[in-house]
């Protein structure tokens, strides 16, 4: 392990010790206060959510429930307030459900490449028999629950130096993807590299070279400010990522039936402004790159889809479970 990731985990190890997280649900004065961790930039339309969430539960609850929200991976990375969730350290956690399947691993198939049509595709699995045995699974194994999802967006890639038109053009390609498994084997089926960065320190990464692009979608690169270190956008909308709102069920079962409802509507509620609000910069930030000085290309998209959908479902099938692929395929 990187002594870098040494630090880090033993940073928020010390901080959960010295009282940074506190309790799960912490009382004081009869108020419930619940910590909410999310990776994405303030102005992301992920970290306003939360905002809005609260300022929601804030009210509906006469001030007793508080949502205190960390943007940014000011409480740690991905895995690390993944953990605190599950530990119960820290309340709730936005969160790609890649990084979640670490953890619980059927969840990785909920952002594999190509898998869904479309946002409406995820909105009508999520209400599903299956993704009810999804989320029973993670209360059973790590002791937390699924409370809502959202459309984190369309994933695109971006380049420095390299036009790429076709995955042929991806060859050697050192390709940053999150730490987790099927990235990686959507990036080695394209016979490009994956190098797998933590988000908060890419923006440095592209800048000095460390790698030769990355892939998110248009809200997360203007998010980021990757348009300043990247040259080329290549829409190959190779994933359609949902991003799940985690809670530590211990806390979860600590609430009222009343304060629950109250903070699933807040954050229902939430979901649907942040999901039209994504849609919403998709239509208009190519163009917008575009206008900064970055190159859209246009690749040739089954170019990138066949040689992935020929070797990832059935290499993960064990990983997801036999026949998930083809409930997702059904809903």
């Given at each position: 392990?990187?002594?870098?990731?040494?630090?880090?985990?033993?940073?928020?190890?010390?901080?959960?010790?010295?009282?940074?997280?506190?309790?799960?649900?912490?009382?004081?004065?009869s108020a419930i206060v619940l910590r909410w961790a999310d990776?994405?930039?303030?102005?992301?339309?992920?970290?306003?959510?939360?905002?809005?969430?609260?300022?929601?539960?804030?009210?509906?609850?006469?001030?007793?429930?508080?949502?205190?929200?960390?943007?940014?991976?000011?409480?740690?990375?991905?895995?690390?307030?993944?953990?605190?969730?599950?530990?119960?350290?820290?309340?709730?956690?936005?969160?790609?459900?890649?990084?979640?399947?670490?953890?619980?691993?059927?969840?990785?198939?909920?952002?594999?490449?190509?898998?869904?049509?479309?946002?409406?595709?995820?909105?009508?699995?999520?209400?599903?028999?299956?993704?009810?045995?999804?989320?029973?699974?993670?209360?059973?194994?790590?002791?937390?629950?699924?409370?809502?999802?959202?459309?984190?967006?369309?994933?695109h890639l971006t380049t420095g130096a390299r036009e790429v038109?076709?995955?042929?053009?991806?060859?050697?390609?050192?390709?940053?993807?999150?730490?987790?498994?099927?990235?990686?084997?959507?990036?080695?089926?394209?016979?490009?590299?994956?190098?797998?960065?933590?988000?908060?320190?890419?923006?440095?990464?592209?800048?000095?070279?460390?790698?030769?692009?990355?892939?998110?979608?248009?809200?997360t690169i203007q998010a980021g400010k990757f348009f300043e270190?990247?040259?080329?956008?290549?829409?190959?909308?190779?994933?359609?990522?949902?991003?799940?709102?985690?809670?530590?069920?211990?806390?979860?079962?600590?609430?009222?039936?009343?304060?629950?409802?109250?903070?699933?509507?807040?954050?229902?509620?939430?979901?649907?402004?942040?999901?039209?609000?994504?849609?919403?910069?998709?239509?208009?930030?190519?163009?917008?790159?575009?206008?900064?000085?970055?190159?859209?290309?246009?690749?040739?998209?089954?170019?990138?889809?066949?040689?992935?959908?020929?070797?990832?479902?059935?290499?993960?099938?064990?990983?997801?479970?036999?026949?998930?692929?083809?409930?997702?395929?059904?809903?």
């Amino acid at each position: 392990m990187p002594t870098r990731r040494l630090h880090r985990r033993a940073l928020i190890q010390a901080s959960i010790a010295a009282g940074l997280f506190a309790p799960a649900i912490a009382r004081a004065q009869s108020a419930i206060v619940l910590r909410w961790a999310d990776n994405a930039a303030p102005t992301h339309p992920s970290a306003l959510s939360a905002l809005r969430a609260a300022a929601e539960v804030k009210e509906k609850s006469g001030g007793r429930i508080e949502i205190q929200s960390f943007p940014s991976g000011q409480l740690g990375g991905s895995r690390d307030t993944v953990e605190a969730v599950s530990s119960g350290a820290l309340t709730m956690v936005t969160e790609g459900a890649a990084t979640l399947g670490q953890f619980v691993p059927p969840f990785t198939i909920m952002e594999a490449p190509y898998v869904w049509k479309d946002a409406a595709h995820i909105t009508r699995f999520l209400h599903s028999p299956a993704m009810e045995e999804l989320n029973q699974l993670s209360i059973k194994t790590r002791d937390t629950r699924v409370l809502a999802a959202d459309y984190y967006g369309t994933r695109h890639l971006t380049t420095g130096a390299r036009e790429v038109h076709t995955a042929a053009d991806m060859k050697g390609f050192k390709l940053r993807v999150p730490a987790v498994d099927v990235y990686k084997a959507m990036a080695e089926a394209w016979d490009a590299r994956p190098t797998p960065i933590d988000y908060n320190e890419l923006y440095l990464a592209l800048s000095q070279g460390a790698v030769d692009g990355q892939e998110n979608p248009l809200p997360t690169i203007q998010a980021g400010k990757f348009f300043e270190v990247q040259k080329y956008l290549v829409l190959t909308a190779h994933i359609i990522t949902p991003r799940l709102v985690m809670i530590n069920e211990p806390a979860w079962g600590k609430l009222s039936p009343g304060d629950q409802q109250i903070v699933m509507t807040a954050l229902n509620n939430a979901v649907t402004w942040q999901d039209a609000e994504i849609m919403k910069q998709e239509a208009t930030l190519a163009g917008t790159f575009k206008t900064a000085g970055m190159t859209v290309i246009q690749p040739d998209v089954e170019t990138f889809r066949k040689p992935v959908l020929a070797k990832l479902p059935a290499m993960f099938e064990a990983k997801w479970g036999k026949g998930l692929w083809d409930k997702i395929q059904a809903a």
